[in-house]
């Protein structure tokens, strides 16, 4: 965790029931190959309590969206478990 706020360099693309101490491992191997790192994951930027900024009528004004429109994203970062349950939801 840092100090300062920063923008994302990555959005988490993630299946909700990994183990979350697997997500943590899996964002450390990937800041470890990548360097510096600043991840935006839906589950902890997101308020799960209150989504209503999700419901905007320009799909361009969405949090998902200005992350990924952000000059500083590099992309999405896709977390796979040992079955790949990221890829089998439909």
Same mark, same amino acid.
């Not at 790192?37 to 949090?63: F, G, H, I, K, S």
């Given at each position: 965790?840092?100090?300062?706020?920063?923008c994302? *360099? #990555? /959005?988490?693309? =993630?299946? #909700?029931g990994?183990?979350?101490?697997e *997500?943590?491992?899996?964002? @450390?191997? =990937?800041?470890?190959?990548?360097g510096?790192?600043v991840? #935006? /994951?839906? *589950?902890l930027? &997101? &308020?799960? #309590? &209150?989504?209503?900024?999700? @419901?905007?009528?320009?799909?361009?004004? $969405?949090?998902?969206?200005?992350?990924?429109t952000?000059?500083?994203?590099?992309? $999405?970062?896709?977390?796979?478990?040992s079955?790949?349950?990221? /890829?089998?939801?439909?």
């Amino acid at each position: 965790l840092g100090t300062r706020s920063r923008c994302p *360099t #990555w /959005m988490i693309s =993630h299946w #909700w029931g990994c183990p979350f101490a697997e *997500t943590v491992s899996m964002l @450390q191997r =990937h800041e470890a190959c990548r360097g510096d790192c600043v991840y #935006w /994951m839906c *589950t902890l930027a &997101n &308020n799960q #309590w &209150n989504l209503d900024e999700l @419901q905007e009528d320009c799909l361009l004004r $969405t949090p998902f969206a200005r992350v990924l429109t952000s000059e500083a994203c590099i992309g $999405t970062l896709l977390l796979c478990d040992s079955r790949v349950m990221p /890829m089998l939801r439909s």
